[in-house]
């Protein structure tokens, strides 16, 4: 339940943004606009309110900017900064959080980048959808028991330091021993053997047992986004904060990740572009790695003594808030349950509809994409050079996204901005495949830019993924989270728990799956290009066509529910 409690949280988070910012979801009425307000309320300078949850006729809810500085006696710039820094009481828990999530998330994205290099430019992209299914799943699930025995034989201080330390090690001792004895570690002569004997389209299950090692440190780097973020970080925000600091303040995280994402990119990019100063027939890559995780041990250390200081220096100190309530513990339902749940409920189908195909799209494009990188790039350090750059710029468009991502709402409404991402997603993913399959019609076009149809196949796909995933956290996220506001308790808390157990699931492994039956039937995956374009058309279709659905419901249920 922790786990599932936390990762819940997780998911939360951007929505929240949406709505604190005082976000119009119907285009049509317009909800009240809802802003942190500049105040002198006890536990700080600012004081949140929700149009949500609070009467209509609450002060602080303003129906216009002009009346929201009407009657306020105008102040210089440095008594407004001044007023926007948090009271140290809130200070002493923000600094450290901030530092532990930054510390966090960029390890993440040169985790992320680095077990791309390995799998992808040795194995070939072929294997990512096995290794989700057949690696990933099974590990989540072990760790899932572990986490459960360690919670309740330890201290949450000694299981935060055993589970970091045990990641740091690992990464530490992959870079410093499994890389440099990976010819003596991988049963290589044994797969080639099993190859001749099987058919060809075994070979990516084989490359996942021939590279275990880079299967296991893939592994190990998708378990550190959900653990240690998922997990272990925003257990220790709820444990530190009180319900009105985590309004004020853990929606700046999202801002504060993006961040680290630009550093951290910009970091792989430099080490990636070492290998110019090397001696000839010195191991660029190996040189690379020991830089990457070095940097990883460097922030894991921060990490583990900020968490210290935490817990040494704040959490005694920690006032809560009187008489707050318990949140009530949403329904178990089971499979069978939620399947009929979807099937009895349009407005629950089509929300499940989008999130289904957000997950196959995404996975269709984007692991087609990560084997053209390795045709472009088909250098460990050239791959992790690009990586790095696709990192600092995905950050960048995200932040930028963001920030939009109000003004979009509030002019053009919920459909306006459900629409937003599979239209981008169809266009930029249709254009990658066509690139692909017509690469020679596209040859004098590429010619006229001064490059190659692979290398305009490459910026498309780049474009397409960094377009989609800042999209989906300024946009897809937020709608769909706003999407269960109207309802009523029954159907927003069976509704929600129907997805999570039919709809996310299928999105993220339905995507896997297809891939799987394409490159047993077919051998490849650029031999599957036509079908994957094929395929994405249909699922960009019903997306579509379920957004417009929804949003006609949408609209229906806010204004009968008043909001």
């Known amino acids: 339940m922790k786990l599932l409690n936390s990762s819940l949280l997780l998911l939360a988070l951007q929505p929240n943004l949406a709505l604190a910012w005082g976000l119009n979801p119907t285009g049509i009425s317009p909800l009240k606009s809802c802003r942190p307000t500049l105040g002198t309320s006890p536990r700080g300078p600012f004081k949140f309110t929700s149009s949500i949850s609070q009467p209509r006729t609450s002060g602080t809810c303003l129906t216009t900017s002009k009346d929201a500085v009407e009657g306020e006696p105008s102040r210089g710039f440095f008594s407004k900064f001044k007023a926007a820094i948090p009271p140290a009481e809130e200070r002493k828990k923000l600094v450290p959080l901030s530092l532990m999530f930054f510390a966090i998330l960029f390890n993440y994205t040169i985790l992320r980048d680095t077990k791309d290099v390995l799998m992808v430019t040795s194995s070939g992209a072929e294997v990512i959808p096995f290794i989700k299914t057949y690696v990933n799943l099974p590990a989540a699930i072990g760790f899932t028991a572990l986490y459960a025995k360690l919670s309740d034989s330890m201290e949450d201080t000694s299981v935060f330091y055993s589970v970091v330390a045990s990641f740091l090690l690992f990464f530490s001792s992959f870079a410093l021993f499994i890389y440099p004895n990976r010819d003596l570690l991988h049963p290589v002569s044994a797969v080639q053997w099993l190859s001749t004997r099987l058919p060809l389209g075994f070979s990516a299950p084989l490359a996942i047992i021939r590279n275990w090692s880079f299967s296991l440190f893939y592994v190990m780097s998708e378990m550190w986004g959900s653990v240690v973020s998922s997990l272990l970080f925003w257990k220790t925000a709820n444990d530190v904060t009180t319900v009105e600091e985590a309004k004020k303040y853990y929606p700046l995280f999202g801002l504060g990740a993006n961040v680290a994402l630009i550093v951290s990119g910009q970091y792989v990019r430099w080490v990636s572009n070492l290998r110019a100063n090397l001696d000839p027939g010195v191991d660029a890559w190996a040189v690379s790695l020991r830089f990457l995780m070095g940097a990883v041990l460097t922030s894991g250390t921060t990490l583990l003594m900020t968490y210290r200081h935490l817990q040494k220096n704040v959490v005694g100190t920690v006032k809560r808030s009187p008489g707050a309530p318990k949140k009530a513990k949403g329904p178990r339902m089971t499979m069978k349950e939620s399947a009929q749940f979807l099937i009895n409920s349009p407005y629950i189908r089509n929300l499940a509809m989008l999130v289904i195909s957000y997950g196959v799209c995404i996975n269709i494009v984007e692991v087609s994409w990560k084997a053209k990188l390795k ?48 239209s981008m997603i169809g266009v930029t993913g249709l254009s990658f495949f066509a690139l692909n399959y017509f690469s020679d019609f596209f040859a004098p076009l590429s010619a006229a830019f001064g490059t190659t149809p692979l290398m305009m196949a490459v910026i498309v796909g780049a474009a397409q993924n960094i377009l989609s995933k800042s999209s989906k956290y300024s946009l897809f996220d937020p709608c769909k989270e706003m999407a269960y506001i109207p309802l009523d308790k029954d159907s927003k808390t069976k509704g929600k728990a129907a997805i999570d157990i039919i709809g996310n699931p299928l999105g993220k492994s ?23 374009a094929m395929i994405l058309m249909g699922m960009i279709y019903l997306w579509i066509k379920s957004a417009n659905s929804l949003s006609v419901q949408f609209d229906a249920a806010m204004e009968s529910s008043g909001e």
């Open 375 to 422: 045709e472009a790039f088909p250098s460990p350090n050239e791959y992790s050079a690009f990586m790095g750059a696709f990192s600092s710029v995905t950050g960048s468009v995200t932040l930028l996204m963001m920030l939009l991502g109000r003004t979009i709402f509030s002019k053009f409404g919920w459909r306006f901005a459900a629409l937003v991402t599979p």
């Open 510 to 532: 339905g995507g896997s799956l297809i891939q799987q039956i394409l490159i047993f039937s077919v051998g490849s995956l650029a031999a599957a290009t036509p079908y994957f």
